[in-house]
């Protein structure tokens, strides 16, 4: 849905600049991360917009009547765009209907959905190929002629906390429903959580979850690192470090810079990706699935043996600073066979698991199902994931607690 962003959101708003039908209680100049007590949320806002949008809506279907009458599809079912600000609701009609409809001057000159949009679309099925379906009529795989299936209309709602009301005259058109997540946000954002509510207050209950921006969260965990270089290679012909690994979500493109963290001593390092390889040859892009490896421009030796193991690949300035101090949460496993492990004790040497890195850890605090411990080497982790514990029993590391991030 990769879009160049045409405005800014948090733009400053011109005191001048006013909706005819649609007054805005409050300029939503406020950041979108910034939550509104609800009574503010609940004013109400747009009161007068229902009169407008009945007729957005008849224009709508007007527009669209010629192409239905050849195609001879009526539209038999709306689905609502729901979601919060920003998190790519238009943009993903825009992507099913070839239509952006946020035409509105104020809405273009903010950049969000001030109205209801509408936009319809016809699922096409190709009866050629394996690509079963698509919106287009022409098979973009085969190129044969698809067979109409549904007209179907896409409801977009404003994702705004200012335009709850609009939201809600919308979702009483809505027979399903898309709830968009931006992938680059904590999840659920104020208004992930008032449009669900609205869809049960109007009785929605098939909804689709569509994560979105996903490109902004690129991230590949490296399993393994090599040298490729042979020995006596010409300086002009050395290749860079190149790292192994999964590529966990996003996509990596050749090109592209990353960033690799927790990196050297504390630090991450930036690089830039000069080729991809997957087990059938060479890629330009690659997505998650399978194992990948990416040549970069790290002095080589940095990646000899697998040293590079346990680092984590990303878009610049989107992984998490490395620390070296975790507090978690543990809860320790119940075994069946063998003897269930005692707690974990303060100054205990423990070893953590956090994606493909391990770490030694010594611990510095416990409370009941809490821990709090020391890295000697940093790690990049989020709040929230999952942390494997193993303890050394009788001179094996066995796994004694699941540990969450805090
Ligand atoms: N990087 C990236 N940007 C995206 C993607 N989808 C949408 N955007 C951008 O995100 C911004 C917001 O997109 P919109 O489609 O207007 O979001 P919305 O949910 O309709 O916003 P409101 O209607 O105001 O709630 C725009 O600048 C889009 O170009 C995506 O998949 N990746
Ligand atoms: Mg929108
Ligand atoms: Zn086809």
């Not at 998190?87 to 825009?94: D, N, Q, R």
């Not at 509408?118 to 190929?129: E, G, I, L, Q, S």
């Not at 709850?164 to 208004?191: K, W």
Request: proline share 6%; glycine share 8%.
């Amino acid at each position: 849905m990769l879009k160049e962003k045409k405005t800014v959101k948090e733009a400053k708003e011109p005191k001048e600049a006013k909706l005819p039908k649609e007054p805005m209680a409050k300029e939503p100049k406020a950041s979108k991360k910034k939550q509104v007590p609800l009574e503010e949320r609940r004013e109400p806002a747009v009161e007068k917009a229902p009169k407008a949008e009945p007729k957005a809506a008849k224009e709508a279907v007007q527009k669209a009547e010629p192409k239905a009458a050849k195609e001879a599809v009526q539209a038999e079912i709306n689905i609502g765009m729901i979601g919060h600000v920003d998190a790519g609701k238009t943009s993903l009609v825009e992507a099913m209907t070839g239509q952006w409809v946020d035409t509105h001057s104020e809405e273009l000159k903010r950049g969000i959905s001030i109205r209801i949009g509408y936009a319809d679309t016809v699922f096409y099925k190709c009866p050629a190929c394996s690509l079963n379906y698509s919106v287009k009529e022409e098979c973009p795989k085969c190129k044969a002629k698809g067979v109409p299936l549904r007209k179907v209309s896409f409801v977009d709602a404003p994702g705004h906390e200012t335009l709850m009301t609009t939201m809600l005259s919308g979702a009483a058109m809505m027979n399903g429903a898309v709830l968009v997540v931006a992938a680059n946000e904590f999840c659920p954002q104020a208004q992930t959580v008032e449009h669900l509510n609205a869809m049960k207050i109007v009785g929605i209950r098939n909804i689709v979850v569509a994560q979105n921006k996903i490109d902004l969260v690129d991230k590949m965990y490296c399993g393994r690192s090599f040298d490729i270089n042979r020995p006596g290679t010409k300086p002009e012909e050395m290749k860079g470090g190149v790292l192994g690994g999964t590529l966990l979500q996003g996509t990596l493109n050749v090109g592209d810079s990353v960033e690799i963290a927790p990196g050297f001593a504390g630090k991450k390092i930036v690089t830039k990706i000069q080729n991809i390889n997957c087990a059938g040859g060479k890629l330009k892009i690659a997505k998650p699935g399978g194992l990948i490896a990416i040549e970069t421009l790290l002095d080589p030796s940095y990646a000899q043996n697998d040293q590079m193991k346990g680092q984590v690949i990303g878009a610049v300035d989107s992984l998490p600073e490395p620390r070296n101090t975790l507090k978690l949460d543990v809860e320790l496993l119940e075994r069946q066979v063998t003897e269930t492990p005692g707690e974990i004790k303060i100054n205990e040497s423990i070893v953590l698991t956090i994606g493909t890195m391990t770490v030694i850890a010594n611990v510095k605090e416990t409370r009941p199902g809490k821990i709090t411990v020391m890295l000697p080497r940093a790690v990049v982790a989020e709040k929230g994931q999952n942390a494997a514990v193993s303890r050394k029993e009788k001179m094996k590391w066995r796994l004694i607690a699941f540990g969450k991030v805090e």
